[in-house]
């Protein structure tokens, strides 16, 4: 009889494990219309998602330069993190959908030869949310990212406010016009995305990427429809155009959180802001 009682609280203790813990779905292809290369994507479900018929709000986790689909699941434990939230309440059940955006920056670059941003809006994002069962309103949708990621996340917010809630970047690879007129790597890292650079001046299409120059163009009030939460450390080599952004959303009007915490560069800092990310981005999803 011990036995047999000892056998059954085991099985429960593993169902009940197995019941806290989404689903990983790694290196999915998606096939565009718009770019000449299948899509590369990973999927998170929450642990809830098999047992149930309902929708979820959905957020899309962006990475960072060099890094690609696998990377915010492989480094920044994406998975352990939300299963840990939505288990203790902290935030509630989401799917998270984490495309490769290769080292495109998240835009159609200038030669017009990859249309990244115009394959993830018109494309990627309607498959996705027919695909999987996501809740298809502004409000239950959000975009985050790291470094790149997170410069594409606060650029893709601000050209399409009409599609995202909530917006988190961490240490976002957001430059000053006078950083990138001083790199002298700027050919390797920008030149093929955003087209040469002037003596004096950075390209237009920089100025129509760059999330510092879409504050000067976008409509206020619809930067404001969009809930904006940056974070970047004290020891990161991006808190130039971090704090830049800060100080100019500031002297705008754009309301946002502003957070900088001890740490650099590092997914041991990137871990620790997406279980803040996720809690902030909760507010709307939640209510």
């Known amino acids: 009889m011990k036995k047999l009682l000892f056998f059954i609280i085991f099985c429960l203790c593993i169902s009940t494990g ?19 290369y299948p899509v590369a994507y990973s999927v998170y479900l929450p642990p809830d998602y098999e047992s149930s018929n309902r929708s979820y709000p959905v957020l899309y986790l962006l990475h960072g330069y060099s890094d690609d689909e696998t990377g915010w699941i492989q480094f920044g434990e994406a ?32 030669d017009g030869k990859d249309r990244w941003e115009d394959m993830f809006i018109q494309e990627f994002i309607p498959f996705v949310e027919q695909k ?13 990212g790291l470094s790149m990621g997170g410069n594409g996340a606060l650029l893709l917010a601000m050209k399409h406010t009409d599609l995202f809630s909530s917006c988190v970047a961490m240490s976002a ?14 050919d390797h890292y920008f030149g093929s995305i955003y087209g040469a650079k002037k003596e004096n001046a950075v390209s237009e299409h920089w100025k129509a990427n760059s999330p510092l120059h879409l504050l000067d163009t976008v409509d206020k009030l619809k930067l404001n429809s969009v809930r904006w939460y940056i974070d970047c450390g ?13 100080v ?9 959180e502003f957070r900088v915490r001890n740490g650099g560069h590092e997914w041991s800092y990137w871990r620790t802001g997406l279980f803040d990310g996720l809690q902030f981005i909760s507010a709307k999803f939640r209510r």
């Not at 059940?93 to 495309?99: G, L, R, S």
């Not at 999987?132 to 985050?144: C, D, L, S, V």
């Not at 004290?234 to 952004?245: E, I, Q, R």
């Not at 100019?248 to 946002?256: A, F, P, R, T, V």
């Open 132 to 144: 999987y069962r996501i809740r298809q309103k502004k409000e239950f949708r959000a975009i985050a």
């Open 18 to 36: 197995y019941a806290q813990s989404g689903k990983v779905l790694e290196s999915l292809k998606f096939e565009s219309k718009v770019v000449d």
């Open 173 to 186: 690879g957001t430059f000053t016009d006078e950083e990138i007129l001083a790199n002298d790597k700027y």
């Open 248 to 256: 100019k959303m500031k002297d705008l009007g754009i309301q946002h």
């Open 79 to 110: 998975n352990s993190i939300a299963d840990r939230g939505i288990v203790a309440g902290d935030f509630p059940p989401c799917i998270i959908v984490m495309p490769d955006g290769k080292v495109s920056w998240y835009v159609n670059s200038a």
């Open 234 to 246: 004290d020891d990161d080599f991006l808190y130039k155009g971090n704090a830049a952004l800060h």
